[in-house]
């Protein structure tokens, strides 16, 4: 069972800005419901300028699955929980240039787990990618170029292998990995953004979750050798 405290607890809230972030609404509960965890980033619909779609999973049952907003974050509701016998969780989500999502997660497969859908409602099932996975976060993101940028951990088995790979083929192919210089422990957990400038940033926890590690870059860093 669980204690007061623990996940089984916990409750997805949210507050919204206008003005960037310098003043914010009262706390909104999501509506979720026992267990359901956030961990990456939304993404706003190719298809409604009003639809945003928020990547969550189920820490008790092991299993994927997506809030949806039609009317730009006002309200929510959940899509189907996926769930498979070695977990999806905490997936991320992109748009792809010839409509409809692709999102990687998480699992103890020993690889990152990936699903496809074409409306974000109704995804398929998880199945393995050739990219492995030590049962860590990762995260995805689309480059304002259509390139796709993955930070994950590159080992089936450890967390210190934390790499970046490029992908120009909408996730089909990764021939692109450059593993980030790291620390003697755990490099995990990483979130990936891309400013205007066109650098592409990233943090991640290092020293068994002790300190938070910041670079930027650009893609052509990725691309090359060194």
Known sequence: GYAPGNIAFTKIKFKTSKDFGNTW?????????????????????????????????????????????????????PTQLNIISDSSLQPSIINLDLGGYLSFCRSRTGNILQQH????????????????????????????????????????????????????DEGLTWPFIKKLPGSPENDDYPSLAQTDDELIHLSYSSFSKSEIDYIKFNEEWVLSEK
Do not use: M
């Not at 026992?34 to 298809?47: E, G």
């Not at 990618?129 to 480059?143: E, H, R, V, Y």
């Open 25 to 77: 609404s009262n706390v909104n509960d999501l509506g979720s419901t026992c267990c359901n965890l956030l961990r990456n980033h939304p993404i706003k619909s190719q298809a409604n300028p009003n639809e945003i779609i928020l990547p969550a999973y189920n820490h008790s049952f092991g299993g994927s699955f997506y809030y949806i907003s039609q009317d730009n974050g006002k309200t929510w509701f």
């Open 117 to 168: 859908s074409q409306d974000g409602y109704e995804w398929s099932k998880p199945i393995p990618t050739i990219l492995p996975n030590p049962n860590s976060a990762l995260d995805l993101i689309k480059l304002h170029n259509g390139h796709i940028v993955l930070a994950f951990n590159n080992s089936k088995y450890n967390r210190n292998e934390l790499s970046l790979a490029i992908s120009q």
